[in-house]
């Protein structure tokens, strides 16, 4: 059987890191009021020179030297994001252009912050299919350029950042073919679109818009969706969370992501916390939260690892993977 196995990881961070107390000059809040509310230290913000293209380059090229490969060894870059560089081209083909790639196909994928969630589960699909071998799958985001920077609601939550995993087809026993994506559930709600979205768009104000938030409204719902799609990764793939070694949910807010480990019975010593450093960066939380993990020494081969993710749509999901 062929699995999507992880060959390599990789991030990368605007230079420019913002504390909670710069805000406190652009809007009414405090520092105080941000960690309470949210778990949120700081943030990486883009700056003019860096880009969702440049920062995922960054990511990529951090992802392969991890893997040992070359930028030509990749068939396939997915990109998830929802602050591409252009309305068109899709972004994952200038990063592709960017590592110097003239053959196979890149795309972009759109699932706000659950879409590096959707395009793991994808590349999955790719590679089971035979349509590819060594899928690039990056998240890479620069919310700070579709934040309302008066708005004290969601300015402060959101950061820039990147990060990148090398999928690679893998097959045969004993092998890294014991690793990889073990089961995926992903999930969408249309109806719940004025909780989070952003109120421009090429086709309807032609201009880029911006990020609004009913941040109570999506806090009550988070837990109970996050939740729901993980016990169904669990039931897919026969496992218990005692089985977990380690969790690594998107990080939107501290308490959001302890609820649901609570809920699911998964200690705290389990869980990836960087929200405290990156603040929410979207589709590149997780594949931030990973490369974390793995970089102090807790995310190890042969590990099981939950990924789980939700979002504007809302959208929302959880792949299960041995590392
Ligand atoms: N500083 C100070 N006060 C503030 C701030 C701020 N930055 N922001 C809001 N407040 C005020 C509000 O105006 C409100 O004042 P009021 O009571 O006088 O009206 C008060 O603080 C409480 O506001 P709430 O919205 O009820 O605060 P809450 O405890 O819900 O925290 C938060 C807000 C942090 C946004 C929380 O609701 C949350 O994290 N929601 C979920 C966000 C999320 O997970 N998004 C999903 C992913 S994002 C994506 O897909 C792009």
Redesign the pocket.
């Known amino acids: 059987m062929i699995r999507s196995a992880v060959r390599g990881i990789g991030s990368a961070l605007p230079r420019r890191i913002m504390t909670n107390k710069e805000?406190e000059e652009l809007?009414?809040?405090?520092d105080e009021?941000?960690v309470q509310?949210?778990g949120i230290r700081q943030r990486h913000v883009a700056s003019d020179d860096e880009t969702t293209a440049s920062l995922g380059e960054a990511a990529a090229r951090h992802a392969l030297e991890n893997a040992g490969l070359d930028p030509t060894d990749i068939d396939l870059i997915i990109l998830a994001t929802?602050t591409p560089n252009n309305t068109f081209p899709a972004t994952a083909v200038e990063i592709q252009n960017r590592l110097g790639i003239h053959h196979g196909y890149a795309f972009d994928m759109q699932a706000?912050?659950?879409g590096f969630v959707y395009a793991i589960t994808t590349a999955d699909l790719y590679i089971r299919g035979g349509l590819a071998k060594r899928v690039l799958v990056i998240g890479s985001e620069t919310?700070s350029r579709i934040l309302d920077w008066s708005d004290?609601?969601?300015?402060?939550?959101?950061g820039d950042g990147a990060g990148a995993v090398v999928l690679e087809a893998a097959e045969g026993e004993g092998t890294i073919a014991d690793r990889g994506v073990l089961a995926s559930s992903l999930r969408s709600d249309g109806a719940q679109k004025e909780k989070?979205y952003v109120d421009g768009g090429p086709s309807t104000t032609g201009t880029v818009g911006h990020?609004r938030?009913q941040?109570?409204e999506?806090?009550k719902h988070?837990v109970g969706m996050i939740t729901d799609v993980i016990e169904d990764v669990f039931a897919k793939a026969g496992v218990t969370a005692d089985d977990l070694d380690w969790f690594v949910p998107?990080q939107?807010?501290k308490?959001?992501i302890d609820a649901s480990a609570r809920k699911l019975d998964i200690p705290e010593e389990k869980v990836v916390i960087t929200v405290h450093l990156h603040g929410?960066t979207?589709a590149a939380s997780v594949p931030l939260a990973l490369a974390h993990g793995v970089a102090e020494g807790k995310i190890k081969r042969g590990d099981l690892v939950l990924l789980e993710a939700?979002?504007?749509g809302f959208t929302w999901g959880a792949v299960l993977l041995r590392w």
């Open positions: 805000f809007v009414d809040t405090s009021w941000i509310r949210t929802s706000v912050c659950s919310f004290r609601t969601t300015c402060v939550l959101f989070l990020l938030m941040g109570r999506v806090f988070a998107h939107a807010n308490r959001i929410n979207s939700m979002g504007g």
